[in-house]
């Protein structure tokens, strides 16, 4: 599955953004979805993810409430709208695949992830 996200930019805290993640045509639909992030001297970290179906979906506590993950199979997409945007949400955030027979299935670690886009810097100002 190739990844091509998009949709980062500088916004300032309490801002909104919304990221997009397109997939290709063939596979889109086989895989849960995720997004992780990267900011500046930290380890990769989880941030929320979607299942095949798109009826099941986990979020990492620091963006509980604010973050909404969606996907658009139709479209071959993955959306992450991200609202009250902190200083600390800063970072790459990177869209990920994992194929699923389970079309239930929701993964939460980076290892279980087969594909990756390339990321979108997101930088939030205080």
């Known amino acids: 599955v190739q990844l091509q996200a998009s949709g980062g930019g500088l916004v300032q805290a309490g801002g909104s953004l919304r990221l997009s993640c397109a997939g290709s045509?063939?596979?889109?639909?086989?895989?849960?979805m995720g997004w992780f992030r990267q900011a500046p001297g930290k380890e990769r970290e989880f941030v929320a993810a979607i299942s095949r179906n798109g009826y099941n979906t986990r979020y990492a506590d620091s963006v509980k409430g604010r973050f909404t993950i969606s996907r658009h199979n139709a479209e071959y997409m993955v959306a992450l709208q991200m609202n009250s945007l902190k200083s600390e949400d800063t970072a790459v955030y990177y869209c990920?695949?994992?194929?699923?027979?389970?079309?239930?299935?929701?993964?939460?670690?980076?290892?279980?992830?087969?594909?990756w886009g390339q990321g979108t810097l997101v930088t939030v100002s205080s």
């Open positions: 045509r063939r596979t889109f639909n086989m895989n849960s």
């Open positions: 990920a695949s994992s194929y699923e027979r389970r079309p239930e299935n929701v993964r939460v670690t980076p290892d279980a992830y087969q594909n």
